[in-house]
């Protein structure tokens, strides 16, 4: 049995399922570094300042430019904008870091901490406008929430011990980019099952479209 749909249906789904065949392996291959990179700051027993302002440098640019890819390939989004601004604010952030790294820990932490609690934001701004395309949205939510749980901790608490800073962080990784992988997974199931139902639904709009023409 064929689907049938309206010309508009078929324009929306080939948006839908042009932006997950395009973004999905982006996002994918965004969570695999985070959790990659996580289980390697976890696994420092001792960091000096310097070395977690480099790591937290090279995460806040390799996340904010996984993102922006994401966010320019997306077109579907109406708030895409927004990552693209967080993922330029986090690529400015890294970039601060890696040059004037410094000796301060207390501008770490908030670094840091601002940098958990913007994305946690966008995140949930983000799901709310997808509640009604994907069904994973929910997952951008959590991570969000427990993304601004975690900045907001983690600036209410500006003496810090290094130590504490690297676990927090190193989970943090984790965490996200278990989501991201997750998610990336739905987004290709859902660009499959999407371009599927878009093909099948063509054949007979073209056909249509040619009777009237006769």
């Not at 839908?16 to 969570?31: I, P």
């Not at 990179?37 to 480099?54: K, M, N, P, Q």
Request: proline share 2%.
């Amino acid at each position: 049995m064929t689907t049938e749909m309206t010309p508009g249906e078929v324009a929306a789904l080939h948006d839908l399922t042009g932006h997950a065949g395009r973004a999905w392996a982006w996002y994918l291959t965004g969570g695999i570094l985070s959790v990659g990179f996580g289980v390697v700051v976890l696994s420092f027993e001792a960091l000096t300042i310097l070395t977690v302002a480099i790591l937290i440098g090279l995460f806040l640019c390799g996340w904010g430019f996984m993102q922006g890819i994401g966010a320019v390939l997306d077109r579907v989004s109406t708030h895409r904008w927004l990552y693209v601004v967080a993922a330029l604010a986090a690529i400015g952030a890294g970039v601060v870091a890696l040059i004037w790294p410094g000796d301060s820990l207390f501008a770490l932490v908030i670094l840091l901490g601002w940098a958990f609690v913007v994305w946690g934001l966008f995140d949930i701004v983000g799901a709310f406008e997808a509640i009604h395309i994907v069904r994973y949205w929910w997952l951008y939510i959590l991570r969000g929430v427990v993304s601004v749980i975690g900045g907001a901790l983690i600036l209410a608490w500006p003496d810090i011990a290094l130590t504490v800073l690297v676990t927090a962080f190193g989970l943090m990784l984790v965490f996200w980019g278990a989501v991201e992988v997750i998610a990336a997974l739905h987004m290709r199931n859902s660009g499959r099952r999407g371009a599927a139902v878009r093909r099948s639904a063509v054949p007979p709009l073209e056909e249509a479209g040619a009777g009237a023409a006769g």
